[in-house]
């Protein structure tokens, strides 16, 4: 995002979109050719399109550069401490049932130090919906290693490559008990929309990959070039499979990456489960 206004003849929106921006924290931090900025448009555009109104949603992060994105917005938004985004969503979402709770935060924050926390949530199918920015490495604090970085991958705490198998996120949220997964990368803008939007609606715990370019921590040391040459990659080697089971759907940047809607599902929330279990429990009394 730039401070500069453009206005695009194809659509009725001005961008940047300021009604949704806080001005105050501009300029923004993302190095040029990030994925960060086109996330956070198509959050813009998913939630106008959900017909959610601002009042009805709080959006919480973590540390990192996407927990950035919780500043940016000019909705309730909350700036948490690193990997906690998830337990203060879930105390949000447990005390105001009827606001939309959106995680957004990177796969560091969410997958490493809030690993514990989103697993759990998961299992509870808490109501909410974590964005999580897969880059696979910490930007932010310097392009290090993380519980994503692919094996062989070059990061500055992995000079000679990765020895370590990452995760595979969607597969890991599914597995944990999440009810919606789906991943797209930032490339799939309209697909991506449409999913947060999906996301945003879905009753339970949501869970969005977005794969996003990180030119500077992640694309340098693996020469891939620049953001754009990122996106170039996404779009010669995706390959959309919908309904499948997200163990099928292991990231390999050597080969090809699987993107697509892959759960949706319905199940009795957290909140569900524990009001049906006080009036079985009131029947029995
Ligand atoms: S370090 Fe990577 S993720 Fe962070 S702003 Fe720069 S390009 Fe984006």
Redesign the pocket.
């Known amino acids: 995002m730039t401070t500069e206004m453009v206005h695009d003849p194809d659509s009725v929106h001005t961008y940047p979109r300021w009604e949704w921006l806080r001005k105050g924290r501009m300029p923004h ?3 040029p ?2 994925g ?1 900025g086109s996330a956070t448009s198509y959050f813009i555009e998913a939630v106008e399109k959900a017909e959610i109104p601002p009042k009805k949603l709080a959006i919480v992060s973590g540390i990192g ?1 996407t927990g950035r994105i919780a500043g940016y917005l000019n909705i309730d938004s909350f700036h948490t401490t690193h990997g906690r985004a998830i337990p203060f969503a879930t105390g949000l979402s447990l005390a105001r049932p009827k606001l939309r709770v959106i995680v957004f935060s990177g796969d560091g924050d969410l997958f490493a130090i809030g690993g514990n926390h989103l697993i759990h949530a998961a299992r509870r199918n808490m109501h909410m919906t974590v964005l999580c920015v897969n ?1 696979f490495n910490y ?2 604090t310097g ?1 290090q290693l993380g519980p994503t970085t692919p094996l062989h991958a070059r990061s500055t705490t992995s000079p000679y490559g990765n020895y370590e198998h990452p995760f595979n996120l969607s597969h890991m949220a599914y597995a944990a008990g999440a009810t919606y997964v789906a991943r797209w990368t930032v490339l799939h803008a309209n697909q991506l929309i449409e999913t947060i939007a999906e996301a945003i609606n879905h009753l339970g715990f949501s869970f969005v990959e977005i794969l996003a ?5 992640y694309g340098r040391p693996n020469k891939i070039g620049t953001g754009l040459d990122e996106m170039r990659f996404y779009r010669e080697n995706s390959v959309i499979r919908h309904n499948i089971d997200p163990v099928e759907a292991e990231i390999d940047l050597h080969n090809r990456i699987v993107v697509g809607k892959f759960i949706d599902i319905d199940k009795p929330t957290y909140l569900k489960a524990l009001w049906g279990g006080v009036s079985r429990a009131q029947k029995v009394i």
């Not at 370019?213 to 921590?217: F, N, S």
């Open positions: 931090i993302w190095c050719g990030c960060l550069c880059n930007g932010m392009g370019p990180c030119p500077t921590g």
